[in-house]
């Protein structure tokens, strides 16, 4: 890749809004991909951003309804439920040679984008960051930390090490990992636990954690035992000790999404562990539970 980029960024909300203004402020070309109203904005005032870790800065960007030109790297950073239509904005003719890099949670995703572009192009990435988009074109960044594992079993290595080198000059640290399947399932294995039940009983972890403790072990043992199938990590244990960890307030991105009455990634997160238990015959009875229970909820609420 060249030293300076053109990077589209598909859905400039809490994620890629930050990243597209680091990128930005880095000195690369940054084309901002959303609704009209969005765009506008972003056209007019860039994107301001509040963080510990970066500083509080505004970067200029381009911002479009659609992509109309090539572009060396696109980062996908919508939630799983637009995926659909917000890939209506970039057209495979338009992607070209582009590396397609999706930040998005649960483990099916790589498939789809990949009847999409061309396969060895899509570089699927996960990133362990808190921030949050105030209004469109102000970001706040809550963690001091953001890193980036990014993979592609089909992508040539020296084109993920490039993008690598260039998002940890622009800010987050970033690392290219070896075994894809193993990177998804190390997100989704810490995450789906975290998701599902403080999202079913509408409280933030330390609750969650005291409360519901035995569903919690359980969660983890059976997403662990999931994991562990499909190539990815399995130690319960540690996972138990991460949410012993975390901020006793701390909530899930689910658990935001259903106080704000969006609709839920259920699917994408719970659905996903639950047809891969099936594949390999493992029993998931709680995480099968409270995905039942979070679709009635989320059925009652119209979504």
Not at 243 to 248: R, V
Not at 253 to 278: K, N, V
Request: overall charge neutral.
């Amino acid at each position: 890749m060249a030293k300076n980029l053109t990077v589209a960024v598909l859905g400039p909300g809490g994620t890629g809004g930050l990243l597209a203004a680091l990128l930005s402020r880095a000195g690369h070309r940054v084309i901002c991909l959303a609704g009209t109203d969005t765009a506008r904005a972003l056209r007019t005032t860039g994107i301001r951003v509040r963080s510990a870790q970066f500083g509080d800065f505004t970067a200029p960007v381009e911002a479009d309804t659609r992509l109309r030109e090539t572009v060396d790297a696109c980062l996908v950073t919508v939630k799983h439920t637009a995926l659909d239509a917000a890939l209506a904005r970039v057209p495979a003719t338009a992607l070209g040679d582009a590396l397609l890099v999706p930040f998005l949670n649960g483990v099916e995703h790589p498939a789809v984008l990949r009847a999409h572009h061309r396969p060895e192009l899509v570089a699927p990435a996960v990133i362990r960051v808190e921030s949050t988009r105030l209004a469109p074109g102000m970001i706040e960044h809550g963690t001091p930390f953001t890193e980036i594992d990014l993979s592609g079993d089909q992508v040539p290595r020296p084109r993920l090490d490039a993008l690598a080198e260039t998002l940890t000059a622009a800010g987050p640290n970033t690392r290219v990992t070896a075994d894809e399947s193993a990177t998804l399932w190390a997100k989704m294995s810490f995450l789906a636990p975290f998701a599902l039940l403080t999202t079913r009983y509408a409280v933030p972890i330390g609750e969650a954690r005291s409360r519901h403790r035995a569903e919690l072990t359980a969660l983890v043992a059976e997403t662990a035992a999931v994991s562990r199938a499909c190539g990815g990590p399995a130690d319960p244990v540690q996972a138990l000790a991460r949410y012993d960890s975390f901020p006793p307030l701390a909530k899930s991105s689910m658990q935001r999404d259903a106080e704000a009455g969006r609709p839920l990634e259920l699917d994408a997160i719970g659905g996903a562990l639950l047809r891969a238990a099936d594949r390999y015959g493992i029993a998931v009875p709680v995480t099968a539970g409270l995905v039942r229970e979070l679709g009635e909820q989320e059925a009652a609420r119209g979504h």
